[in-house]
Antibody, heavy 120, light 111 residues
Framework: QVQLVQSGAEVKEPGASVKVSCKAS????????VHWVRQAPGQRLEWMGW????????KYSQKFQGRVTITRDTSASTAYMELSSLRSEDTAVYYC?????????????WGQGTLVIVSS | QSALTQPPSASGSPGQSVTISCSGT?????????VSWYQQHPGKAPKLMIY???KRPSGVPDRFSGSKSGNTASLTVSRLEADDEADYYC???????????FGGGTKLTVL
């Protein structure tokens, strides 16, 4: 079945970077986009950006521009999200999600989420 | 890009219907028929319930329906069941920047 499996929880110090992976299975990886969405504790979903897995083009939310980098490895059917200059407010669950290229707001399925804790 | 506006809470009794709104602008909700709705239970990943304003993915009950008028989209849950109690989020394509924007979320309580 179509599935996205993310890497495990991370604990980082302020100022560090974190890289989260999202391995896809059950479909042709390059036929769909991959997005990253985060959710701070008790807060709303927040869209971070997406990657066209076929041509590697990316789009980022203005809020994260300059701090986030989304990449992919087609040979491993895996997308990555790296967030730098971490601060305590970046403590959140980070999700990857698949979308079609026709409707990039249609997310499904989602990964299970990766908890990132930023603390000294 | 500002978040779409949703009411923070909604409620209804089992068997009743409830409608959740999602207000945006001409640059997102009003400009395109690419509005989706997600259900999220505590500690779980979101689940797609509605896409392209009115369409239901396979497996989603027909008790869930979507609509749009102008810059406001709506999700209606009919014949409420206990398991419908969850947070609901709308999302929309946000125009020529090829961005996506979410709503602030609505907590649905089944009384």
């Amino acid at each position: 079945q179509v599935q996205l499996v993310q890497s495990g929880a991370e604990v980082k110090e302020p100022g560090a970077s974190v890289k989260v992976s999202c391995k896809a299975s059950g479909y042709t990886f390059t036929s769909y986009a991959v997005h990253w969405v985060r959710q701070a504790p008790g807060q709303r979903l927040e869209w971070m950006g997406w990657i066209n897995t076929a041509n590697e083009n990316t789009k980022y939310s203005q809020k994260f521009q300059g701090r986030v980098t989304i990449t992919r490895d087609t040979s491993a059917s895996t997308a990555y999200m790296e967030l730098s200059s971490l601060r305590s407010e970046d403590t959140a669950v980070y999700y990857c999600a698949r979308s079609t290229y026709y409707d990039i707001s249609r997310f499904g399925p989602w990964g299970q989420g990766t908890l990132v804790i930023v603390s000294s | 890009q500002s978040a779409l506006t949703q009411p923070p809470s909604a409620s209804g009794s089992p068997g009743q219907s409830v409608t959740i709104s999602c207000s945006g602008t001409n640059n997102d909700v009003g400009g395109y028929n690419f509005v989706s709705w997600y259900q999220q239970h505590p500690g779980k990943a979101p689940k797609l319930m509605i896409y392209e304003v009115t369409k239901r993915p396979s497996g989603v009950p027909d008790r869930f329906s979507g609509s749009k008028s102008g810059n406001t989209a709506s999700l209606t849950v009919s014949r409420l069941e206990a398991d419908d109690e969850a947070d609901y989020y709308c999302s929309s394509f946000a125009g020529n920047n090829l961005h996506v924007v979410f709503g602030g979320g609505t907590k649905l309580t089944v009384l």
